[in-house]
């Protein structure tokens, strides 16, 4: 079973950084993919970044520029590093972890319990 645990969110002022990290436990295999979704109130959950185990980086095109992702391989955590925080950034943050986990190996695509991030002054 493999666990995730999300740190750093919180209050920041618009123009603020904030980072927020997850941390992967438990039987994991390997980690194809790591990324980070967030869902606003009365809004879909969507894509913030994505980091594969190649190091190829997607984002939203509404935090290019703004955000910065990346990952620990040795202790399986990931961090988004936000920087110039928008109002509209307010949000619960989501980890999300695609890989293999177990014994025998088995796919797994896991999902933390999500971190809020508050813009507001």
């Known amino acids: 079973q493999v666990q995730l645990v999300e740190s750093g969110g919180g209050l920041v002022q618009p123009g603020g950084s904030l980072r927020v990290s997850c941390a992967a436990s438990?039987?994991?295999?390997?980690?194809?993919?790591m990324g980070w979704y967030r869902q606003a109130p009365g809004k879909q959950r969507e894509l913030v970044a994505g980091?594969?185990?190649?190091?190829?980086?997607n984002y939203a095109d509404s935090v290019k520029g703004r955000f910065t992702i990346s990952r620990d391989n040795a202790k399986n955590t990931v961090y988004l590093q936000m920087n110039s925080l928008k109002p509209e950034d307010t949000a619960v943050y989501y980890c999300?972890?695609?890989?293999?986990?177990?014994?025998?190996?088995?796919?797994?695509?896991?999902w933390g319990k999500g971190t809020l991030v508050t813009v507001s002054s």
């Open positions: 999300n972890v695609v890989g293999v986990v177990g014994t025998p190996p088995s796919h797994m695509d896991v």
């Open positions: 438990g039987s994991i295999f390997s980690i194809y993919a």
């Open positions: 980091i594969t185990s190649g190091n190829r980086i």
